[in-house]
């Protein structure tokens, strides 16, 4: 049974950082590419970033690019998104999607995780 759970979500202060996790199980890893996608209040789920199953290809969404850093280690069954410079605008739930590379960078994924909240304020 596929699963994927989303950690490291919480309340942070403007220009703060978090790294989220997205452990794995149940599939081959390092076979699939990993996504993060979020959803604000009122609005559509986003993409946010993804890598492939080898970590050496990796999108950003342009709200994002030069902030978030996602990277993963195959070892663990883990992949990361690092947010630095956060902004209210970040604030949402964040999902950990795996499935192929270019579906992902779609918005489509095969297997979902329950996501984390990550909340941006002072």
């Known amino acids: 049974q596929v699963q994927l759970v989303e950690s490291g979500g919480g309340l942070v202060q403007p220009g703060g950082s978090l790294r989220l996790s997205c452990a794995a199980s149940?599939?081959?890893?390092?076979?699939?590419?990993i996504g993060w996608f979020r959803q604000a209040p009122g609005k559509e789920r986003e993409g946010v970033s993804c890598?492939?199953?080898?970590?050496?290809?990796?999108y950003y969404a342009d709200s994002v690019k030069g902030r978030f850093t996602i990277s993963r280690d195959n070892a663990k069954n883990t992949a990361y998104l690092q947010m630095n410079s956060l902004k209210p605008d970040d604030t949402a739930i964040y999902y950990c999607?795996?499935?192929?590379?270019?579906?992902?960078?779609?918005?489509?994924?095969?297997?979902w995780g329950k996501g984390t909240l990550v909340t941006v304020s002072s």
């Open positions: 149940g599939f081959s890893f390092d076979y699939g590419a």
């Open positions: 890598i492939s199953s080898s970590g050496i290809t990796t």
């Open positions: 999607a795996t499935g192929d590379y270019r579906a992902l960078v779609a918005g489509l994924g095969d297997y």
